[in-house]
């Protein structure tokens, strides 16, 4: 009677693992959730684009100088106020990432290629409303409601890995 009970609760496992197993992320979803980048090559003042979860990242190695503007704001004069360094890893202040989604309706601002308009505050500019992010992209002008989100992401070695 034992024996018959163990071959049972075997075979309901049996048949009930393939539906459980089905329910996890299949590996091109799991594929997705992060993205590893080697930044070793992006020189100061340059920026690049990748995807992550199918939505455009830009990764911007700052010049001091971008630097100093972002951290120079009067939080008072922002929507969404935010300091610089809330939006930047400590000892990494150089390197801003933040998902390349306006905020207004979704649109891909300008900015990341060399001669594209950035707008008044050296940062990004979305061309279909005319919203404008700063240095640290967070929103500075038009009807953007909030900055320009950063996803979770971190450093190893010349590398970062985001998600």
């Not at 199918?54 to 939080?75: M, Q, Y």
């Not at 801003?96 to 306006?102: A, D, E, F, P, Q």
Request: charged share 25%; net charge negative; glycine share 10%.
């Amino acid at each position: 009677m034992l024996a018959t009970g163990a071959i049972g609760a075997f075979g309901v496992a049996a048949v009930a693992w393939p539906f459980i197993d089905q329910m996890n992320p299949a590996q091109d979803v799991l594929a997705l959730a992060t993205s590893e980048v080697d930044i070793s090559k992006v020189a100061v003042g340059q920026s690049i684009t990748v995807l992550w979860r199918g939505h455009p990242v830009f990764i911007r190695h700052r010049t001091p100088e971008e630097i100093k503007a972002a951290e120079d704001v009067n939080l008072a004069d922002l929507k969404d106020p935010q300091p610089d360094s809330d939006r930047v890893k400590k000892g990494k202040e150089e390197w801003l990432i933040v998902v390349g989604v306006c905020t207004h309706l979704g649109c891909i601002p300008l900015g990341q290629k060399q001669g594209d308009p950035r707008g008044e505050f050296g940062g990004w500019f979305c061309p279909c409303h005319g919203s404008q992010y700063d240095t640290s992209g967070r929103i500075r002008k038009g009807p953007a409601p909030a900055n320009l989100a950063v996803p979770p992401y971190d450093f190893e070695d010349s590398k970062v890995k985001i998600g």
